[in-house]
């Protein structure tokens, strides 16, 4: 006759490990006898033997002890708003600040911002300048010069056209990703942050290159200007 399908709760395996151990028997060989019995319900190895470490340092107690921290059902609307809050007022705050304000576990501030908020943190991207609307709309209407010459078949076009920027190299180390990282919502685009900033200690480059490479860099003298002159 088949056995019987009944439901063994965890504080009764714990119970008949310890009636086992009391006997003398090893963890492999307790975890063996109850999974011939249990099949796939049986309690998992390194369990197994994390309990019987307990025994074996003199604690028989079968239920578990009481946890610190608020319980699961402090992830409430009640929470999730002041923390929603507290991101957008300082959207690189962590998660380790949020739980110690909140009073709450740092999994339970996860759970909450990634499962109620729907927010994640991004890394800004790197992009080449802050321009104005002027320098734009100035940039826009040259490339489309460019773009009407090059489509009108002018011989050796790419071959001839060189390019000349200036750019500012700073004395400073800008911030790596982990530092820029920001709470975002899921679908946000990704935060921005500018190669150039104001800093101490920077010096003008003048990059000229066409469609094979670089051709020249020319770094500004101290006191100098970039002008028609120059």
């Known amino acids: 006759m088949a056995a019987p399908t009944v439901d063994f709760r965890k504080i ?127 940039r826009v209407t040259t490339s489309k010069t460019i773009f009407d010459r090059f489509t009108a078949g002018m011989a050796n076009f790419m071959a001839r056209l060189v390019t000349k920027d200036e750019t500012w190299l700073h004395n400073y180390d800008p911030l790596t990703n982990q530092q820029s990282v920001e709470w975002r919502h899921g679908g946000s685009p990704r935060p921005k942050k500018f190669r150039i900033q104001m800093s101490d200690g920077k010096e003008v480059a003048s990059v000229f290159w066409d469609k094979d490479g670089v051709l020249l860099i020319k770094y500004l003298p101290k006191v100098h200007t970039i002008n028609a002159e120059y």
């Open 12 to 138: 009764e395996a714990r119970v008949v490990m310890k009636f086992f151990f009391l006997q003398g028997k090893w963890a492999v060989e307790i975890h063996g006898e109850i999974k011939n019995v249990l099949k796939d319900d049986c309690l998992s190895y390194s369990t197994m033997k994390m309990w019987m470490s307990r025994s074996r340092s003199g604690h028989f107690e079968v239920t578990d002890e009481p946890r610190s921290g608020r319980p699961t059902s402090a992830t409430t609307e009640e929470k999730a708003e002041p923390m929603r809050v507290m991101i957008l007022e300082d959207r690189r705050i962590s998660a380790k600040v949020i739980a110690e304000t909140l009073g709450i576990s740092c999994q339970r501030v996860g759970h909450i911002i990634h499962n109620i908020l729907d927010m994640r943190k991004l890394s800004a991207k790197w992009v080449p300048k802050c321009l104005k609307a002027d320098q734009k709309r100035i």
